[in-house]
């Protein structure tokens, strides 16, 4: 049988358990500085995917919107003068520098 322990021993001992459980505390008392717990983190990523999820379906009808006005929008008569003039004064400009 082994020698009985000495009190100095125990008290030793006693100390040693009461420090450690001192450090368990401080550390279960810190998580919550540090971590976060599964519900909140659940909830905030619901949160972050449902704000993605109305941001893309805002684009998406925002993109079909713009789709639509320019299939059913026809170009100006001004516009067209416009390039139609210019695409004459091109041709006149070749044709004149063709000449030299």
């Not at 972050?48 to 008569?77: C, M, Y």
């Given at each position: 049988?082994?020698?009985p322990?000495?009190?100095a021993?125990?008290?030793?001992?006693?100390?040693?358990?009461?420090?450690?459980?001192?450090?368990?505390?401080?550390?279960?008392?810190?998580?919550?500085?540090?971590?976060?717990?599964?519900?909140?983190?659940?909830?905030?990523?619901?949160?972050?995917?449902?704000?993605?999820?109305?941001?893309?379906?805002?684009?998406a009808?925002?993109?079909?919107?713009?789709?639509?006005?320019?299939?059913?929008?026809?170009?100006?008569?001004w516009?067209?003068?416009?390039?139609?003039?210019?695409a004459?004064?091109?041709?006149?400009?070749?044709?004149?520098?063709?000449?030299r």
């Amino acid at each position: 049988m082994p020698d009985p322990y000495s009190p100095a021993e125990l008290g030793r001992a006693v100390e040693r358990i009461e420090l450690d459980i001192r450090e368990i505390k401080n550390d279960v008392k810190q998580q919550d500085r540090i971590y976060v717990t599964r519900g909140e983190y659940e909830a905030w990523r619901t949160g972050i995917d449902r704000e993605v999820s109305s941001i893309k379906t805002a684009l998406a009808t925002g993109i079909e919107s713009i789709r639509n006005d320019l299939k059913s929008s026809t170009p100006q008569w001004w516009v067209m003068l416009a390039l139609g003039v210019s695409a004459l004064s091109l041709i006149v400009g070749v044709i004149v520098l063709a000449g030299r």
